[in-house]
């Protein structure tokens, strides 16, 4: 192909329709076919990223490779094409308008009025166009977050009118709508999706594809009624049916031949169709797992589980590549107490303690360690999850009863958990942690060795605290090893006590790399140890 393809996916009439879902599946069948895609998010909120938003604000932040801070859709993108994001897959209006400040401040516009149109639309199509710049895609898909109408995406809508013009056939637009179903008169009712495309005809758009999520099928007689009003052929209006699974997803649109109609739009040849073997089998272990574990996931955002997003989708390829389900238990850190916790974790199979950050719930999950280091139950500690694993095995190993970390207490005599060096000077929040990827050596003939099957690995990190490496002695010789190390600064990166059947914390996110094709080997090790332990109490 001799220029990138453009693909707008717009949303309309209520939020939360799975615009990053379609937007994948989409990406997953141009890929099937043999073409290079990625997708990008642009999110309409001020803030320069999603790191300093509450959890319960957000959901997820998910972390690039390049120390991205993003929006949990990436996370997604990754998962469903085994692609890395960047920087560049994430843009936000903060982001925009910090740079477009910025450049005024600098003089950049020659004392200039800087204006919406044309200096922020001019920079939403400059960051549109980065990753199509590049050469490596034949197609960019961006999604647009909110909702068509509200007031912080119309620079963005304009951006997406202006580059339907410029860059003419090689660019289109998708727009999600939804087709509700009334109970009250058993009907399916399609005027929102018609206000809702004429909503973005009066921002000079014109959809090119209609996405038409419902809970009933389309009757035969509702697409030919959405293509006369919305302007559009009745092949581009596309079902999308409420799925049991986000990854049925991208069958069910190739079933619509949405693909295909993309193709046909663009005037791509149709090459036959997409490869989705491997996808298929992954489904098929999905749907008829050999068995069922029940394990844990100890955490304090447990109300909105999209906190835990790549977690849960982690313990997902996890468990179809050991032909088991995986029933998550949430249980909330804060409800964890000495006098119950033996009730809360007793029919666990795996016990997972999940990242986070300050001191609401911290003592939940250190009984969760407790439970399950003394029980032998299989246990996996992330990022604050480790350290928790750590300030445990300090306490009831090692004697030092007030061990803690420095983020919790300041005060405390044995500081097992501490600030890194380079983040003590830092008094800003957003986007200056330890983010991104960074290598790891681990230790022949440990766990992590034994998992990974190499010695170097690369993981994404999310963090400003660490372990206290004026302590490791005294933990290895009571049972508690480094297995990884960073080579240049020997922080330590995984934690694990050998005797234990299955015991790890790691100081990084690996639910961040999990994929659908490769899933992570931490989670798949995990599994395994849960199921061993399920098969010997059984």
Known sequence: MSSAKYIFVTGGVTSSLGKGIISAS?????????????????????????????????GECFVTDDGAETDLDLGHYERFLNVPTSQANNVTTGRIYQYVINKEREGAYLGKTVQVIPHITDEIKRRIKLLGNTGQFDFIITEIGGTVGDIESLPYIEAVRQLKWELEKDCLVIHLTLVPFLAASGELKTKPTQHSVKLLLESGVQPDILVARTEKSLSPDIKPKIALFCNISKDAVIQSLDAS??????????????????????????????????WENFLTRIKEPKKTIK?????????????????????????????????????????????????????????????????????????AVKFARENNIPFLGICLGMQCAVIEFARNVLGYTDAHSTEMSTQTSHPVINIMENQKTITE????????????????????????????????HRHRYEFNNQYLPEFEQAGMIASGLNPKLSLVEIIEIPSHPFFIGVQFHPEYKSTVLSPHPIFVNFVNAAIRVKDLVS
Not at 31 to 48: H, M
Not at 250 to 274: C, F, I, S
Not at 439 to 447: D, Q, V
């Open 295 to 367: 394990i844990g996931l100890i955490g304090k955002y447990i109300e909105l589980k999209d906190s835990y997003k790549s977690i849960a989708e982690g313990f997902i390829h996890a468990g179809a590549e050991n032909e088991c389900r995986v029933d998550i238990k949430w249980i909330h850190s804060e409800s964890i107490e000495e006098a119950n916790v033996k009730t809360k974790l007793a029919e666990l199979s795996g016990i997972l303690v999940a990242p986070g950050f300050g001191e609401r719930g911290i003592e939940g999950k250190i009984l």
């Open 429 to 460: 929040k957003g986007g200056t942690m330890r983010l991104g990827a960074y290598p790891c050596i681990l230790t022949e003939n440990s766990l992590a060795y034994n998992i990974y099957k190499r010695t170097e690995i690369s993981e994404r």
């Open 245 to 278: 699974s986000i990854y049925e997803v991208p069958l069910m649109m190739k079933k619509e031949e949405l693909d295909k109609v993309v193709l046909k739009k663009l005037n791509l040849p149709d090459h036959g169709e997409p490869d989705l073997t491997q």
């Open 26 to 58: 989409l990406a997953k069948l141009l890929q099937a076919r043999g073409y290079s895609v990625t997708i990008q998010k642009l999110d309409p909120y001020i803030n320069i990223d999603p790191g300093t938003l509450n959890p319960y604000e957000h």
